[in-house]
């Protein structure tokens, strides 16, 4: 069975523009889970995605926003972007989250988007 | 309210030496525990999880750890380091059956490193 698959791998992009990432949840999962990575901050959830429905959002600004396909792939996208959007960007897919259920909780990561803003 | 703490930031061993890597959790609720490896320039990978069956869990590449409730504790051990086993390591959690759907919430993070 396929992993979580990120496009871009690798972004550069300048202040004031804006990125849309990709990502491909593992076949039959139906939840995408999407994470910032950084060196000061380390890892902070950005959104959750299942059935097209965001149902849980972390502590972002509304310039980071994402939606997700009736297949389950899903996009995020951040506006104006600034010098500490920087990062490394972190999909993740479930089956079920929130269900009692070890695995139906266990995320599977993607490789990661590194997104480089100048 | 959750949240994780892993005790040491870097942590270096010998090759054959035990490894111990620290995590305390906070949780409101009964909890998932997750610890995750890192890579250079790669995603996370899965070493073990307690989801509340066993408390002594055993995962990938003779990693395990024990789950303690009167401490909070989720510490990860393995008998002895390979070189191989030099990464990042992330302690998560996340509520179980709760209402934070999708959402792990990481300790921030503890850098293995194996000397020869």
């Known amino acids: 069975k396929a992993g979580v698959t990120q496009t871009p791998r690798y972004l550069i992009k300048t202040r004031g523009q804006q990125v849309t990432l990709s990502c491909s949840p593992i076949s039959g999962h139906r939840s995408v889970s999407w994470y910032q990575q950084t060196p000061g901050q380390g890892l902070q959830f950005l959104f959750e995605y299942f059935s097209e429905t965001q149902r849980n959002k972390g502590n972002f600004p509304g310039r980071f926003s994402g939606r997700q396909f009736s297949n389950s792939r899903s996009e995020m996208n951040v506006s104006t972007l600034e010098l500490g959007d920087s990062a490394l960007y972190l999909c993740a897919s479930s089956l079920y989250p929130g269900r009692t259920g070890g695995e139906s909780n266990e995320q599977f990561f993607g490789p990661g988007t590194r997104l480089t803003v100048l | 309210a959750q949240?994780?703490?892993?005790?040491?930031?870097?942590?270096?061993?010998?090759?054959?030496?035990?490894?111990?890597?620290?995590?305390?959790?906070?949780?409101?609720?009964?909890?998932?525990?997750?610890?995750?490896?890192?890579?250079?320039n790669q995603g996370l990978q899965l070493l073990l999880k307690y989801t509340s069956a066993a408390t002594l869990v055993k995962g990938i590449n003779g990693f395990e750890a024990e789950f303690k409730k009167s401490e909070t504790s989720f510490h990860l051990t393995k008998p002895s380091a390979h070189m191989s086993d030099a990464a990042e390591y992330f302690c998560a959690v996340s509520e179980a059956g709760g209402t934070s759907y999708g959402k792990l919430t990481f300790g921030q993070g503890t850098i293995l490193t194996v000397h020869p």
């Open chain 2, 3 to 40: 949240s994780v703490t892993q005790l040491g930031s870097h942590v270096s061993v010998s090759e054959g030496a035990l490894v111990l890597l620290r995590c305390n959790y906070s949780s409101s609720v009964p909890p998932y525990l997750f610890w995750y490896v890192q890579y250079p």
